[in-house]
T-cell receptor, first 111, second 116 residues
């Protein structure tokens, strides 16, 4: 079963624009992680935010976490064509380090 | 940079046949995960190992799927017999963290299975 729901399911933007993806989840979490997947490939870890953190930055990425609303957002600033990929949020609970993934947002950045 | 290795990358088989996938995690990673990803969806955990022990196989269809990590290093996931609905990407991931710790998982390139 998948805990997270990502919104939007698909996002199409021009290079240079910002892209924002949202993730909502249902149960209490220990941390929330964002991963990127290029077509037909494995997932690449982008950023991890713990339940006691509200915001985290990594390069052009900014992640926020609102545990009261059970939601998170991923912002990619000044997007590039190479950012075209599927983006997944994954929630970590207390069970053996297990991650539960959402269904993903497909991001297309047009040159 | 160390990577998780998986083979084969692609596998086509007929239903009722047996298939096996292999994963070699990053050296020193204690925890190994097998996920199944159906097209258009996120990965779903099938089984998690801590060293050679299974710590979570609650979502593994045990009537046809089996997984082992005999020496606590590489791992094999087997399906016997394969069914049409097993067509998916099978992803292996590893983590240096002990089971229960919440850290980054490192994914391999996956094995794409097509059952005809």
């Amino acid at each position: 079963s998948q805990q997270g729901e990502e919104d939007p399911q698909a996002l199409s933007i021009q290079e240079g624009e910002n892209a924002t993806m949202n993730c909502s989840y249902k149960t209490s979490i220990n941390n929330l992680q964002w991963y990127r997947q290029n077509s037909g490939r494995g997932l690449v870890h982008l950023i991890l935010i713990r339940s006691n953190e509200r915001e985290k930055h990594s390069g052009r990425l900014r992640v926020t976490l609102d545990t009261s609303k059970k939601s998170s957002s991923l912002l990619i600033t000044a997007s590039r064509a190479a950012d075209t990929a599927s983006y997944f949020c994954a929630t970590g609970g207390t069970s053996y380090g297990k991650l539960t993934f959402g269904q993903g947002t497909i991001l297309t950045v047009h040159p | 940079e160390a990577e998780v290795a998986q083979s084969p990358r692609y596998k086509i088989t007929e239903k009722s046949q047996a298939v096996a996938f292999w994963c070699d995690p990053i050296s020193g990673h204690a925890t190994l995960y097998w996920y199944r990803q159906i097209l258009g969806q996120g990965p779903e955990l099938l089984v998690q190992f801590q060293d050679e022990s299974v710590v979570d196989d609650s979502q593994l269809p045990k009537d046809r799927f089996s997984a082992e990590r005999l020496k606590g290093v590489d791992s094999t996931l087997k399906i016997q017999p394969a069914e049409l609905g097993d067509s998916a990407m099978y992803l292996c991931a590893s983590s240096p963290a002990a089971a229960g710790a919440q850290e980054t998982q490192y994914f391999g390139p996956g094995t794409r299975l097509l059952v005809l």
